[in-house]
Each structure stands twice: as C-alpha cells, then as structure tokens.
C-alpha cells in the first residue's frame, strides 16, 4: 500500500492553527472527507482549491495557493436552546471571526485574526499568507453534509485566503 501523502504546506498552516486556537479543535484534516465523527468536532478541514506558479526573480518560481479552510461545529448542544434562531451559527461565528465586544478586533484565536497576523508561516522557506488579496469568510451554512444520510448535526464555515511559496529552479 502506497504511502498517503500529507502535503507540507497544509501541515504548516494547520500547525500555525493548531498552536493558536488553545485546544477549540479535535480533529484537523487534509482535503476534504466525506465524514468527520462527531468525536472530532469541531474540526478543521484545509484544502487547496487552486495552484498557481510564475517566475519571480530570473532564478526563482512563485507558488501562489488559494487554500479552503472549514470550519465544521456540532450544533446538538445548541439545538434545545430556545434563544438560538439558528442552532451553532454563534460558536462557528466566534470561531472564525470572533470579536471583543468593547472594540469589535477580532479575537487573538480566531481564525480570520491568525490568518492576518501570522504572515510569515514558515522564514525557512518564505511561506506566506497573501495579506494583499481579501481572506473571505463563506457562511453558506450546511447542515448534514459530513454524514450518512444527510443526518448529521453540524453546520460549516469557509474561510478562503492565499499561500504564497517561492521556490528555487
């Protein structure tokens, strides 16, 4: 059996994201699974949906790579709650986008805020979040998507945001 390969980019950012986020996440994934047990929720999905390589200096190629990151929350803990119009949209909110509420900054471990401050990923080899492009936040909410039969509980973000690598020739 051949070897799975984990892709040493992913395994940087979900290291940078891992390091952040105190412990919010169970379960981290490469691409994009069809199931996560609810053991693992909330979990972290990475995934590359595009990349792109051009000359940068005369010796050196610039990779740049729109990566995917999900966010995938369970909501059974939320749904008897009366107060909540939509059940765990406000845990994968403060997850993703989190904000103090005196200031309205986003919070030191939300995702969007360890996107924008943690530039420089890794100095040995120049890997680099893109702060030029928009870092998008997608809440075109699923619900079941992740499990057999369309039964599950959890409902899901998307946060989009560009790599960038510079790689010798």
Known sequence: ???????????????????????????????????????????????????????????????????????????????????????????LYDIMEGREEATYKLKANSLLNILRTSILVDATYNLRTDLSSITQADYGLTIGKRSQEGNGYAVEGQIEFIAYYTQLR
């Open 1 to 91: 059996m051949a070897e799975i390969y984990n892709d040493p980019i992913i395994k940087k950012y979900i290291q940078l994201i891992e390091a952040k986020t105190d412990g919010i996440f169970r379960g981290y994934y490469q691409g994009d699974p069809i199931r996560i047990p609810s053991s693992k929720l909330p979990a972290i999905v990475l995934s590359k949906a595009q990349t792109r390589i051009g000359p940068l200096t005369n010796a050196e190629d610039e990779h740049g790579m729109a990566m995917i990151l999900s966010v995938v929350v369970d909501i059974r803990d939320e749904i008897s709650d009366d107060t909540q119009i939509a059940p765990g949209v406000a845990r």
